[in-house]
């Protein structure tokens, strides 16, 4: 690429066009007819946006007026529509303009019915002021605008204003040879002729709102309109100083010139429509130029294939691109002498080259201009690599020894660089150069990158994929002499390693499987069981194993000693029991817990007398030669004996002797005591074995009378059988 050419650029706005209290900059007025004698009128204003003056009319004010005498015959309310701001141009895409001027504009835009008329009508709209740093007028922030058109007596056939090409320019350059277009165009195709004009004033400083002489005037006056006269060295036809003087070309609106002031100038461009030699309408641009030193700064840029590396080798078809800087028109050459359209006037375009080779590609920014600039940079076409590599070889570590195998697309200069994995001691070989290394084996598994790098022609490339080596699964744990007693439960761990997920097949030798990787598995039965396992990778390095261990659970018998017991249920007045045990194997040893803290052992018959009442479990605990070890159980009952013992008297006078009454009884499971006097009311009753009677009713009523009471006892014994007692008692005070 080449180096850039840059023109340091100093634009500095003369103080004159600071912001000022004044904000109009100028206007126009078009109308269109939509048939039927509809006119569509359109009106733009402009304002210097960096003023602190009023804001862009909302609504404006557009008055219609009778094409002889003046009479309003219209006053059209019309809203603004959204600002815009005018786009920063000079007429000259060789100069810059300065970066502190703005200019915005509104369009209104609104229909009107107007019958065709022998006298016409005049549009009108007026606003005051302008900015007070202009220079052509004297006082300029006392004169106001007003723009109009004109639509033409008897127009029946509904006519069209001319409509502007584009909007003006909103910087005139200092000392530069000037071509703007001011043209225009019209819809009806009238003839049309240029001029500069005389400036229209409209408005004024009253406070009165609305009025003529008001900055809004509403409605606006009426043609005729007082004219803006300037200063002793400016004219109509030479609003700005210039050596030429500034001009307008009749026939094709182009202003001419080079001017040799700085500052603010008033400019009024007219267009006039004529038809069959007959003057139809006037359209009026009012506009305020800045006028500035400008510096000419502009330079192509191709991008290139260094600055942009995807563009290199991409084919025959190539996007090119530009980074030129203030190019407003462009003119590429690319080179190729089998085409003969081998140019484009597109900024960013897209060529198809006939065959690849190296080109000179050449761009130039504003063909034709005194400021164009070229830039060419070679561009090598030739079709993309697409690098890739195929491989063969076992991805299981103890095998590997890869081959590789390059694709792409490449011309005999090419050059061909292996890399494999990140280290020297990644694999056998860290770096090859060549088409085609080796075999590679890689010290461990791992994930290991290998780079492949194809240089050929002006084109480099490289592809990364990432070789997988697994480890080969592996069964580490040895089942053998594992004994237990049945029934015998046991967690069975291959302790197995593998890169990848390991499926399971275990064998137990007593008819069940299973498929989990760590399963629990009981043995119901003594022998010797031969277990079998098979475990097998699907993915990584496939591989499966299968592993036998002969009689590797071994399962022992428990001692097998019934007893019996004789009773199972006794009463503590004959609290004695028989215990008898049969089939004892005289290499087991076994002792009997009585419940009671007796122990008896290596007996086979005995006789056991229990102290109290209650539930004793009787345990045997047996240990054969196997260190195999069992326990069989069984419950003794020993019931106490149903007793009752009732005092006939009691004498409840509160000195705490013999001052209660109930019966005690033992060996029951359930009791009910009633209390009755003589007539057969009760005056006590519970449940509560312990609860006395205190002689009152209930215990808590009044005293009971003294005399003889009767009470009924109802209770179950230890064998839930039903008893009655009857009593009485005599209640002594």
């Not at 040799?260 to 359209?283: A, D, F, H, K, P």
């Not at 570590?397 to 020297?424: A, R």
Request: hydrophobic content about 35%; proline content about 8%.
């Amino acid at each position: 690429m080449k180096l850039l050419r840059f023109i340091f650029i100093l634009i500095c706005l003369i103080s004159c066009i600071e912001s000022k209290s004044a904000h109009l900059v100028g206007g126009e007025i078009t109308y269109t007819c939509v048939g039927n004698n509809v006119y569509q009128i359109e009106l733009i204003v402009y304002r210097d946006c960096n003023s602190t003056g009023a804001q862009l009319d909302n609504p404006a004010s557009i008055g219609i007026f009778n094409g002889t005498t003046g009479v309003l015959v219209q006053n059209l309310q019309v809203n603004k529509g959204p600002t815009k701001s005018v786009p920063v141009n000079t007429g000259n895409p060789c100069l810059l303009a300065p970066p502190n001027v703005c200019t915005q504009y509104a369009e209104y835009s609104v229909l009107v019915s107007l019958p065709p008329s022998s006298q016409g009508y005049s549009i009108a709209y007026q606003r005051c002021c302008r900015n007070a740093t202009i220079t052509n007028i004297n006082n300029p922030d006392d004169w106001g605008m007003t723009i109009s058109a004109r639509i033409p007596p008897n127009d029946n056939t509904c006519n069209n204003s001319p409509q502007w090409n584009n909007k003006p320019p909103i910087v005139l350059c200092s000392q530069e040879n000037l071509s703007i277009s001011s043209a225009a165009i019209d819809p009806d195709n009238d003839s049309l002729h240029y001029k500069l004009c005389e400036i229209y004033h409209g408005g004024g400083k009253s406070n009165q709102q609305g009025s003529l002489n008001s900055p809004k005037p509403n409605p606006p006056g009426p043609p005729p309109y007082s004219v803006v006269p300037f200063n002793q060295s400016n004219t109509p036809a030479n609003p700005i100083p210039g050596t030429p003087p500034i001009s307008i070309n009749g026939q094709t609106g182009i202003i001419s010139g080079k001017l040799s002031v700085t500052g603010q100038y008033v400019v009024v461009i007219c267009v006039e429509e004529w038809r069959n030699g007959m003057l139809l309408n006037t359209i009026r641009r009012d506009y305020q130029f800045n006028v500035t030193s400008c510096q000419a700064s502009i330079w192509a840029d191709i991008i290139s294939e260094v600055d942009d590396p995807t563009q290199l080798c991409i084919g025959t078809t190539v996007p090119f691109s530009q980074n030129s800087f203030n190019a407003t028109f462009y003119h590429w050459d690319f080179g190729d002498p089998n085409s003969s359209s081998d140019t484009s006037n597109l900024p960013n375009p897209t060529f198809t080259f006939n065959d690849t080779g190296v080109y000179t590609v050449t761009l130039i920014a504003n063909p034709g201009w005194p400021c164009a600039d070229t830039d060419q940079v070679d561009f090598h076409i030739y079709p993309p690599i697409n690098a890739n590599f195929q491989y063969l070889g076992d991805v299981c570590s103890d095998k590997q020894n890869f081959i590789f195998t390059p694709n792409g697309n490449w011309y005999p200069d090419k050059t061909i660089e292996w890399t494999f994995g990140t280290s020297l001691t990644d694999a056998n070989i860290y770096k090859f150069s060549g088409e085609f290394p080796p075999p590679i084996t890689f010290t461990q598994a791992g994930n290991y990158p290998v780079s492949l790098l194809i240089k050929s022609k002006a084109c480099e490339e490289t592809f990364i994929d990432t070789i997988k080596v697994y480890d080969r699964p592996n069964i580490q744990n040895d089942f053998n002499g594992i004994i237990g007693c049945e029934p015998f439960t046991f967690l069975f761990d291959a302790k197995a390693t593998s890169s990848t997920p390991l499926n399971y097949y275990w064998e137990f030798g007593d008819g069940n499987s299973s498929i989990l990787d760590i399963p629990f598995h009981t043995y119901t039965k003594p022998g010797i069981y031969n277990v079998k396992l098979m475990a097998w990778t699907t993915t990584g390095c496939i591989d499966t194993i299968n592993k036998d261990y002969p009689g590797a659970i071994v399962v022992n018998p428990r001692p097998v000693m019934p007893f019996s017991v004789s009773p199972l249920k006794v009463n503590i007045y004959k609290p004695e029991i028989a215990v008898n045990t049969s089939g004892i194997d005289p290499n087991e040893v076994f002792y009997f817990d009585m419940g009671d803290s007796t122990i008896y052992t290596q007996q086979d018959f005995f006789l056991h007398k229990y102290k109290d009442t209650g539930f004793f479990k009787i345990m045997r605990i047996a240990v054969n030669e196997f260190d195999c070890w069992d326990t069989l159980s069984q419950i003794v009952r020993v019931d106490p004996v149903m007793n009752i013992w009732s005092p006939n008297t009691f004498t409840p006078d509160g000195d705490n002797i013999n001052d209660t009454f109930r019966p005690v009884v033992t060996g029951f499971n359930s009791y009910k005591l009633a209390i009755l006097d003589r007539w057969g009311k009760i005056v006590f009753e519970s449940n509560d074995p312990y609860e006395e009677w205190n002689g009152q009713v209930q215990n808590l009523g009044p005293q009971c009378p003294q005399g003889v009471y009767s009470w009924r006892l109802f209770i179950l014994d230890f064998a839930n059988s039903a008893i009655e007692k009857h009593g009485t008692i005599i209640l002594y005070r």
